[in-house]
């Protein structure tokens, strides 16, 4: 296919939500895969409702997503004259008619030469329609409809592909007539299936959904969002579900597999992708990624450390602050020091002493450290157990956590050497 145009058109009376985003990006993919253009359109008719920092925010989280488009912004407010022009059409051929609208004030009405039909609909085949009444073409403001202007724009744009959400359904039927009595041609329309929650229903905010900006501060990756929104309404023939960014989408992309079902939305499983996402990530780019969420800024010179010690524990970036502090963190030794074995204190004392005067220039240096702390207790018959918990109470006071060669790397042998140190001397005053 050839010269294929398609629009992503949001209107800017809100902040951009997940059912969006999936539109936008399969109207990317759509027109990546056959090389055609994306076309960006506000549309921003509702004057009370619109604001210019809507539309910044939506651009803004486009561009974050990594979704580009060819052509636009176009805003439907600077359009007056493309709608008078076809108004004027209309009314020529007798399909215009003035009444007053629900509010009592005068507003344009389209007259349809018939009242039922039908369109070609690329998920559903034919579908039909009827029953159709005069409807609003020019509100008494002066603005036009929503059903006139995207006609009217996607004719004017030269849209080939029209692909949107099934709850448009009813509005096609009204802009199918509309096409035909501007003598227009009718875009391909590819109704997407809805978007449920875990319940079964329209998915709400209840069932944790939430704008594109809060994912965004909540630290979720864009490649994580993109990647399951790619999944709601769309499979890889192959079954493959994991993908690094839209290029990898893109390689396996193919229309055909796109589905008019409902699509659950899983937050469990977005996590899922974002820890996954998270783990691959090359060290230095998450470590970017990661400075608008901390406080504090990691330990200088033990930067690397501390984004590995707590990538495989994270799910999205905003838990770094709290992964952090709990290595970081002050410890106490008075809440453990009743738990340790008797064998501690030798523990204690030799892991002190080796660590004096000693710097980890990184966690591979670390790791020898504590090879070489394994093959001391071995040789003095002191179990792993009774070598590593002990130690890891003394460095963090919590039972679990990342390797012990991290905990070295990340608080560095003086820290670490003091809260030894402190634990030892804890022990000693039972």
Known sequence: MSGIRVRFAPSPTGLLHLGAARTALFNYLYARHYRGNLILRIEDTDRERSRPEFETAQLDDLAWLGLSYDEGPYRQSERGDVYERAVQRLAETGLTRESADESGRSALYFRPPRRRGGFLDGLRGEVTFGGIDDFVIIKSDGTPSYNFAVVVDDADMGVTHVIRGEEHLSNTARQSLLYEALGAEEPQFIHLGVILGPDGKKLSKRHGAASIADYRSEGYLPEALVNYLALLGWNDPEGKEDFSGTGEILRHWDPARLGSSPATFDADRLL?????????????????????????????????????AIRDEMKT??????????????????????????????????????????????????????????AWAKEKGIKARDLLHPLRLALTGKNRGPEMAYLFAVLGADEARERIVASGEARLGL
């Not at 523990?347 to 504590?370: C, H, I, M, P, Q």
């Open 317 to 374: 970036l905003s838990e770094a602050p709290r992964l952090l502090y709990e290595i970081t963190g002050p410890v106490d030794p008075s809440v453990f020091v009743g738990e340790l074995p008797d064998s501690s204190d030798e523990v204690f004392t030799y892991v002190a002493t080796e660590l004096e005067g000693r710097e980890f220039e990184d966690v591979e240096e670390a790791r020898g450290f504590g090879a070489g702390l394994r």
């Open 272 to 308: 899922f992708f974002d820890a996954s996402h998270i783990r691959r990530l090359p060290t230095e780019e998450l470590r970017k990624r990661l400075e608008p969420f901390l406080e504090e800024s990691l330990p200088r010179g033990r930067e690397t450390a501390a984004v590995e």
